[in-house]
């Protein structure tokens, strides 16, 4: 025993003393640099991708496209511009790389040599191009954009009906039919075509002339793709009467140069959508759903064989979301990240067998791509507590590498702190997985305040992946508790549609077991939890506000108060209508779920924040919320974002936003305060300019 108390001090004496690190701030967040969208170029050797970084003070971000060799080597900025430069992809021959940048007269394309030089505008589109990509010869580009149906690719009859270019503000909105506004943006008349553009005549085409979105939105997704011999283009649109209500999105094909579209899923009554050619032109892969109207419904792959015009499900044994796939340079086989138990590993599922194969979980996997020669895989990866960076692996998942390192001296500083998963029992016969953050310099003799947060959809799951979240509460002195409920994806498609018509039944019990569980841990100070949620996680908030109150505060951002009027308000009718069974005619659980009917219970002091140019859950519904509250005595704020929607401004608004929350529960749990004085920051809007 003695020798063993000697080799200890020994070693102590040895060991030079490891520097403590100090608590994650606010500030730090915004030191945080992001690696994105990896491209490999046409002969494997390099890798483009983008770089976004914030700057607290001036409210601004900006991305610049970087460079490196495919192992990492000699990474460099190849743009270097106050503009927003974005969207790398590489010319087929190699020696240019298209990108997206807002320079001049609003966000165009350009190219620029390979290795670097100065770019040169490429497109002068009065409406602004989106995810452009390059024709298989390299003699086009193919972008989608917003224009008046009757313009089309007319770039000066575009210009002059659009209100936006002119010099005074809009007088009015007018509109014949539903889903008039989307997000944060209405429609005015205009519709998303798709537009190929020819390099050499300088000239556009409009290739989806009409009425309808053309490439429909998905988030994510560009909706459109060039076959490999550029002779035709697939793009997602719905041609459905009321496209509000319905999530029928379908695959068209057209040639390239012109032509009456073809419908090639219009068996299929669900989505269908984010379409991909094979690299040997036999078949065209893409998403799909079963269930007309349920936007949430299993996200699976399947395969259109163009000689034949059948459809193969492959994801046949995958009971979680796809999120992003890419074909195998070979055609044998496709790539796709899922959504599993609070991760995004990466699979393959191979086409003749339907195997689908595990390759590598790292935690979160955002974004990746596939080498030229299928041999290696670069992706954007993060954890709770490391930041983005990219990587890379082999196609079976060996050799994994680190690429890029530009968050490596923050993490040597701040104490980004770890993760432990629970799985906690809860009445529904379920366990609830659950994962908890622990504050900086834990003591676990000591007790501390405790945050429950509750995740939006409410179909989609937190993940194992860095956001300011996980670390702005913890380096403030707060456990931090994320659960996945009912609801949650990542746990079968059974457990994640069982919330739909069930908004405060299952999903209530799973978070009340969460907090009782919580509480009974040894350093949680059980009179001092709080809660906060955003979106469908804003309205479980406000749902507790009317249900109990053994939260001491709650915070609800984007929540929905008032069913009925958010029915009459919102754009995607579709949502509303499956999970709430119908429309507020009809279905009497707009009523029963609708925390408005429960003002009179209400007395947990709660902050509420919300966007005015919320059109998915509009602002009018938190404040309807604080008007409640204010009459019923409770103590309260609001705080409302004029210039943001569904999701506040990342660098303009998110350090109110995360001021805000610290400032309340440090009143009401006595947590850290916040690092800014609240009055001051509204009354000069520093952050918000």
């Not at 699976?300 to 074909?327: C, H, M, P, Q």
């Not at 008032?562 to 919102?570: E, I, Q, R, V, Y």
């Amino acid at each position: 025993m003695k020798r063993f108390i000697i080799l200890a001090l020994v070693a102590a004496v040895c060991i030079p003393a490891v520097a403590q690190k100090r608590a994650f701030t606010l500030a730090d967040l915004y030191k945080i640099r992001n690696s994105s969208d990896p491209q490999f170029s046409p002969d494997g050797k390099k890798i483009a991708f983008v770089l976004t970084e914030s700057f607290l003070e001036k409210g601004k971000t900006n991305q610049e496209i970087y460079l490196m060799d495919a192992d990492g080597d000699n990474c460099r900025n190849v743009t270097n511009n106050p503009a927003a430069d974005n969207h790398p992809r590489w010319s087929p021959d190699g020696s240019t790389i298209l990108f997206l940048s807002t320079r001049e007269n609003g966000q165009q394309a350009w190219l620029m040599p390979a290795d670097g030089g100065t770019p040169r505008r490429l497109t002068d589109f009065a409406m602004g191009v989106d995810g452009a990509e390059w024709s298989p010869d390299g003699k086009q580009i193919v972008f989608s954009a917003d224009v008046f149906p009757d313009c089309g690719a007319d770039n000066a009859c575009n210009k002059l009906n659009d209100s936006t270019q002119s010099t005074g503000p809009i007088q009015a909105h007018l509109t014949d039919k539903l889903l008039y506004r989307h997000w944060t943006a209405w429609k005015d008349g205009k519709v998303t075509h798709t537009i190929v553009f020819d390099i050499a005549s300088q000239s556009y085409r409009d290739i989806t002339p009409g009425t309808f979105e053309s490439p429909s939105w998905e988030m994510g997704a560009a909706g459109f793709t060039y076959s490999p011999d550029g002779r035709e283009i697939c793009f997602v649109s719905n041609h459905d009467r009321v496209e509000a209500e319905s999530t029928n999105k379908d695959l068209w094909i057209v040639p390239s140069a012109g032509g009456t579209a073809r419908n090639i899923t219009i068996d299929n009554k669900a989505y269908d959508g984010d379409p991909a050619y094979s690299p040997d032109g036999k078949y065209i892969a893409y998403k799909f759903q079963t269930v007309p109207g349920f936007e949430s419904d299993l996200f699976s792959i399947a395969i259109y064989d163009r000689a034949e015009g059948t459809k193969t499900v492959l994801t046949t044994g995958f009971d979680n979301w796809v999120n992003d796939f890419k074909w195998a340079p070979d055609s044998r086989s496709i790539y796709f990240t899922g959504q599993v138990e609070g991760h995004v590993p990466l699979y393959r599922v191979d086409l003749a067998t339907k195997k689908t194969t595990k390759i590598i979980d790292v935690k979160s996997i955002d974004a990746f791509d596939v080498s030229p020669d299928g041999k290696t895989i670069v992706f954007q990866r993060r954890s709770i507590s490391e930041p983005v960076e990219l990587w890379s692996c082999s196609s079976s998942g060996r050799n994994l590498k680190q690429l890029t390192f530009f968050n490596k001296n923050l993490a040597d500083e701040v104490d980004l702190r770890p993760v432990e998963e629970l799985w906690i029992p809860s009445p529904t016969g379920a366990r609830i997985h659950t994962f908890l953050i622990k504050p900086h310099n834990f003591d676990p003799a000591k007790k501390y305040p405790v945050i429950l947060n509750v995740h939006g959809g409410p179909q989609s799951q937190w993940a194992d992946g860095f956001r300011g979240d996980w670390q702005m509460y913890p380096g403030s002195g707060y456990i931090e508790a994320f659960p996945n409920p009912h609801g949650s994806t990542g746990y079968g498609e059974k457990f994640t549609a069982e919330i739909s018509r069930d908004w405060a039944g299952q999903v209530y019990q799973d978070v009340m077991a969460v907090a009782d569980s919580l509480q009974n841990l040894p350093y949680v100070d059980k009179d001092r939890m709080g809660a906060m949620g955003w979106s469908y996680g804003g309205y479980f908030m406000m749902w507790l506000e009317g249900h109990t109150t053994r939260f001491k505060a709650i915070v609800s951002m984007m929540g929905v108060y008032d069913l009925t009027a958010m029915h009459g308000a919102t754009e995607e009718l579709w949502f509303p209508q499956w999970d709430l069974n119908g429309l507020p005619s009809t279905s009497d659980l707009y009523q029963k779920l609708s925390p408005n009917n429960y003002v009179k219970n209400f007395k947990t002091p709660c902050l509420v924040l919300t966007g005015e140019k919320d059109f998915r859950v509009p602002y009018t519904q938190s404040l309807e919320f604080f008007t409640d509250l204010q009459q019923m005595g409770v103590p309260s704020r609001l705080i409302v974002f004029p210039n943001d929607g569904h999701w506040p401004n990342g660098v303009k608004s998110m350090p109110l936003y995360y001021n805000a929350h610290l400032d309340w529960f440090h009143t009401y749990l006595g947590g850290d305060p916040a690092p800014y004085d609240m009055t001051k920051m509204v009354r000069n809007q520093a952050f918000m300019k």
